[in-house]
């Protein structure tokens, strides 16, 4: 069984959001599927800032990680994926994603 974190965690309000956003000077993107170039401004800003590569990290390693990966890739930029940095609820899932994007997609997966 999946359990997924109560609403109020995954608020964008959340104090843990709060303290997210005191600490990071960057662009934050809020996102509402799985990919997080769909219907965001991501797209844009990565083409103003031109990146050598784009690195990837969070939850789930199965959804949201992978189709961003895909998307980027599918844009013809550079990803890596920290392994220690993404996760998911289903531990041969969070295996299984890994080993397509490094050799399905050509993301680094950086151990």
């Known amino acids: 069984m999946i359990r997924r974190p109560p609403r109020s965690t995954l608020d964008r309000s959340s104090a843990a959001s ?3 956003k005191r600490q990071y ?6 996102k509402k599927r799985y ?3 769909y219907n965001t401004d991501l797209e844009s800003t990565l083409s103003e800032l031109d990146p050598e ?13 992978m189709y961003t990966a895909a998307d ?3 844009r ?8 220690e940095a993404v996760a998911s ?3 041969s899932a969070h295996i299984n994603a890994l080993t397509h994007m490094e050799n399905i997609l050509g993301v ?4």
């Open 53 to 65: 590569k784009i690195s990837i990290c969070g939850v789930c390693t199965d959804i949201c990680v």
């Open 35 to 37: 990919s997080a170039f």
């Open 18 to 20: 709060d303290v997210y």
């Open 76 to 83: 013809d930029y550079k990803v890596e994926v920290i392994a």
């Open 25 to 30: 000077e960057g662009h934050v993107l809020h």
């Open 108 to 111: 680094s997966v950086i151990h």
């Open 89 to 91: 609820f289903d531990k």
């Open 72 to 74: 980027a890739r599918n």
